[in-house]
């Protein structure tokens, strides 16, 4: 079952954290890094028009994105406002083939064999089981499909103790070795970790006057350790077959 903040942290947040929400990635502080990561997720997936499921898309800014780059997307969460204030917004609903929003836990998914790709972003360090939850992705996932998981690594659950004791909700580590190994465990035939673009970008480009070789050290830190904070792509053989 998931903690009791994880279904009501979007009614308890107040309007401005609701439109700071709707607002995403632009109304964060982090906008320049966030879509630099939602760029190398398009990178990651195969050419539109595929259909996609957004695992814990909250409000529906990825699932956004996704849908106007020609891919057919289903965002899903468990929390009912959050997908009530991504169903209610216009600017999505105007798309040519807006993206489709429904309730659920992916935990308990029934989907089989239905998405060539299902994307976790920032979501799956959520999940009460990991190994369900991707498990789940697996079952979900047509022959052939792909999983892309970019999640907070080694250090997210302490960082964010504070932030989860306020709000009830569950935030754990989810570091990519971790990851790599369940999807294995489930049945993934492969899978690669690549560096986080959202760490890589401010590495490189950030404001701060910072001399270029400590640049390059940080820029070779996390790519040198991508297992512990960095993206995941698990394949599904083409051979699969369900039950």
């Known amino acids: 079952m998931p903690a009791p903040g994880e ?18 990635p ?3 502080d982090r906008r320049g890094a966030l879509v630099m990561e939602a760029g190398a997720i398009l990178l990651l997936l195969p050419p539109p028009p595929c259909r996609i499921l957004e695992c814990g898309c909250g409000t529906g800014w990825l699932s956004y994105i996704l849908a106007k780059s020609g891919y057919d997307v289903v965002g899903q969460d468990l929390n009912a406002k959050a997908i009530e204030l991504a169903r ?25 064999n239905e998405f060539n790709a299902i994307i976790f972003f920032d979501s799956l360090h959520h999940s009460v089981d990991l190994r369900l939850a991707i498990g789940k992705a ?9 999983m892309i998981a970019s999640e907070p690594g080694v250090g997210h659950a ?7 004791e306020k709000w009830g909700v569950t935030d754990r580590d989810a570091p990519p070795s971790l990851t790599l190994a369940l999807g294995r465990a489930a049945g993934f035939a492969a899978g690669r970790i690549r560096p ?34 960095g993206i995941v792509v698990l394949e599904k053989g083409t ?4 039950p």
């Open 88 to 112: 209610g917004n216009q600017l999505f609903s105007a798309l040519a083939q807006a993206p489709q929003f429904v309730e659920g836990d992916f935990e308990r998914s029934t989907f089989r």
């Open 7 to 24: 279904l009501t942290y979007y009614q308890r947040i107040g309007e401005a954290g609701r439109e700071h929400a709707l607002n995403k």
């Open 196 to 229: 986080h673009a959202e760490l890589l970008g401010p590495a490189l480009y950030q404001r701060k006057a910072i001399a270029w070789p400590p640049q390059l050290i940080r820029l070779f830190y996390h790519m040198a350790f991508a297992r512990r904070n």
């Open 138 to 146: 697996f079952e979900a996932l047509k022959p052939g499909g792909i």
């Open 26 to 28: 632009f109304s964060d």
């Open 239 to 242: 051979a699969t077959v369900q």
């Open 158 to 164: 302490e960082d964010s103790r504070e932030f989860a």
